[in-house]
């Protein structure tokens, strides 16, 4: 085996899965997206609109690095430095009341019940009767 033509190899390899990255960054935010629409925002849910969206953007990086050729890998680590501090602004909004999950999920559902979505989508017959459950423990 030829170590030279191997690591060409398992470059071309590594460039064909940075160009994919974006395609499941894009999976990724489709997926919460859909959920947004049909229940609205809950504070799981921008934990991973959040996350999904740091995907998108390293993949992005990614697949530029890639695309444009020459140094791929320089570009990538410079890329990898400047999205390390978009995601540090990112958790530091996290602490901050602008990206507060807990307002924006309940601004979130009362604008649902207020338009008369929520009410649709609740089982409220399961909850019509009250279940008791008894666990004996040994």
């Known amino acids: 085996l030829d170590p030279v033509r191997m690591g060409l190899n398992v470059q071309g390899f590594v ?6 990255v974006p395609v499941l960054g894009g ?6 997206w859909v959920r947004v629409q ?20 390293y ?4 697949a530029g690095s890639v695309f444009l050729r020459g140094d791929w890998a320089h570009r990538l680590r410079q890329g990898n430095i ?24 309940a601004r979130s559902q009362v604008a649902r019940l207020d338009a008369g ?19 004996h423990l040994l």
């Open 15 to 20: 460039q064909v899965l940075a160009c994919l």
């Open 117 to 135: 979505d929520a009410l649709a989508k609740l089982p409220l017959v399961s909850y019509s009767q009250p279940s008791i459950q008894i666990v």
């Open 59 to 62: 993949g992005l990086v990614y």
């Open 38 to 57: 049909d229940y609205g925002w809950t504070p799981d849910r921008l934990v991973a609109a959040t996350i999904a969206g740091t995907i998108f953007a």
């Open 27 to 32: 999976l990724a935010i489709t997926a919460v």
């Open 82 to 105: 400047a999205l390390a501090v978009g995601v540090m602004a990112i958790l530091a909004l996290w602490l901050t009341p602008t990206l507060n999950p807990q307002s924006i999920s």
